[in-house]
């Protein structure tokens, strides 16, 4: 079956550093991939998408491109902010229904 | 932007009552669903509905049921709580079938079971 596994955090870091969460999927064929986040208080809130290989999902500062050949959608952002801060969540889509497999989610806490 | 309501923001239950939890979407959208999410496991797929009358089985079925009676309605059903079922649970909604389209998810209903 499909599965999306995403890096434990929290994550820690300061004001303007960098981060990166890794991700990495599971699945037949070619499913569209996914990042949410979601602040805290409130519900999950699409960040960025690519939906087929060499893509590159941007948003908001934040990137992540569909690498078919490592089965990987890591997320990146350059330069962090304290509204940064939030769980972000890692999933994938097959073609019926857009029923979405997200992975554990990944807490990140920037500290001014 | 698409607006996707929970009707209650907190749940208190005891053991053994049966729960509804309801969910309004506004953008007409044919599909819904309804996820539970816990520390370190993410969301899991309940249950999910294509259309009006319509469900189908998630990943983690048991113990609930739903009910889909109007478009823009998706209610989920404890038929019996049980203290496991304590979570948060979150609905969605989505245009079908269009690659890449998201899901619009509300702000979540945090259920305790006592």
């Known amino acids: 079956g499909n599965s999306v596994t995403q890096m434990e955090g929290p994550v820690t870091l300061s004001e303007e550093a960098f981060l990166t969460i890794n991700c990495t999927y599971t699945?037949?064929?070619?499913?569209?991939l996914f990042w949410y986040v979601q602040y805290p208080g409130e519900g999950l809130q699409l960040l960025l998408k690519a939906t087929k290989a060499d893509d590159k999902g941007s948003n908001k500062g934040f990137e992540a491109t569909y690498r078919k050949e490592t089965t990987s959608f890591h997320l990146e952002k350059g330069s962090v902010q304290v509204s940064d801060s939030a769980v972000y969540f890692c999933?994938?889509?097959?073609?019926?229904?857009?029923?979405?497999?997200f992975g554990g989610g990944t807490r990140v806490l920037v500290k001014p | 932007d698409v607006k996707v309501t929970q009707s209650s923001r907190y749940l208190v239950k005891r053991t053994g009552e049966k729960v509804f939890l309801e969910c309004v979407q506004d953008?007409?959208?044919?599909?819904m669903f309804w996820y539970r999410q816990d520390p370190g496991l993410g969301l899991r797929l309940i249950y999910f509905?294509?259309?009006?009358?319509?469900?189908e089985k998630g990943d983690i079925p048991e113990g609930y049921s739903v009910s889909r009676e109007k478009k823009e309605r998706f209610s989920l059903i404890l038929e019996s709580a049980s203290t496991n079922q304590t979570s948060m649970y979150l609905c969605?909604?989505?245009?079908?079938?269009?690659?890449?389209?998201?899901?619009?998810f509300g702000n979540g209903t945090r259920l305790t079971v006592t």
């Open positions: 953008m007409d959208h044919e599909n």
């Open positions: 999933a994938l889509a097959k073609a019926a229904g857009n029923k979405l497999t």
């Open positions: 509905s294509y259309d009006v009358k319509m469900k």
């Open positions: 969605a909604s989505s245009l079908p079938d269009t690659p890449g389209s998201p899901l619009h």
């Open positions: 699945a037949t064929g070619y499913p569209s």
